[in-house]
């Protein structure tokens, strides 16, 4: 009975981990993409000549942070469905 309770607590501690990371990575790529909007927005309008570039490496910046955060909420639904 007692390794049945062991196994148990496990797995809810598992699952509660997985969901926590999936909420800190979502979290912190929207901090991060927010940066990157906000530091973008001021480096137009400081030069506004220079607006194309800084927006073609912003929308990369931001794919790529997403891409990480996309990761890393994928691998966290698998520990909770698969572990």
């Known amino acids: 009975m007692t390794t049945l309770l062991f196994f148990l607590a ?6 509660f981990g997985a969901a926590l990371g999936s909420g800190l990575a979502t979290i912190g790529a929207a901090i991060g993409i927010g940066r990157i909007g906000g530091s973008a927005m001021e480096a137009i309008a400081r030069q506004p000549e220079a607006s194309g570039d800084i927006r073609s490496t912003m929308i990369i910046a931001a794919a790529l942070i997403e891409g990480v955060a996309f990761f890393a909420v994928i691998t966290c639904i698998l520990v909770i469905f698969l572990g």
Request: charged share 15%.
């Open 10 to 15: 496990e797995v809810a501690l598992g699952s």
